[in-house]
């Protein structure tokens, strides 16, 4: 037992593929509930500056995603942004296929747009953007 406790936690690291970086347009700090409020629609600033949410359209960062931070499976989430739409309440976020279109999308952006923020897999910073530190 305890070795297989052992090969556990050896292990664990290769599963770090579930966690996502957050990735922005500008310097930034965020918690969970943030992310989750500003990929849903209900928070579109953070210190008086707007946020500008991008997402993947699918795939395996999408999914992790949804998982972790929004506790929303992709039906859910585009039937989400269905309601939202038809009521007016807000526009969805922004949609890409891969990492590298979120990336050059972010690094394309004008402050004066706003933050605009991003998630992948991806372990390497991509030039010219920010690490977002979010916390629990």
Not at 10 to 16: A, K, R
Not at 54 to 74: P, Q, R, W
Not at 96 to 107: I, W
């Amino acid at each position: 037992m305890a070795k297989l406790l052992v090969l556990l936690l050896l292990l664990s690291p290769l599963y770090g593929a579930e966690s996502l970086c957050f990735y922005a347009s500008s310097p930034l700090h965020l918690d969970k509930n943030q992310v989750r409020d500003i990929y849903l629609g209900k928070l579109f600033q953070v210190k008086k500056i707007p946020i500008r949410p991008v997402v993947l359209f699918e795939g395996e960062a999408h999914k992790v995603f949804l998982k972790n931070y929004i506790f929303k499976n992709s039906s859910q989430f585009k039937r989400h942004w269905k309601k939202m739409l038809f009521t007016g309440k807000a526009s969805p976020p922004i949609s890409v296929d891969q990492e590298t279109e979120g990336y050059k999308l972010l690094s394309s952006k004008d402050s004066k747009e706003g933050i605009w923020l991003f998630y992948s897999m991806g372990k390497e910073k991509p030039e010219g953007l920010f690490q977002v530190d979010v916390t629990p």
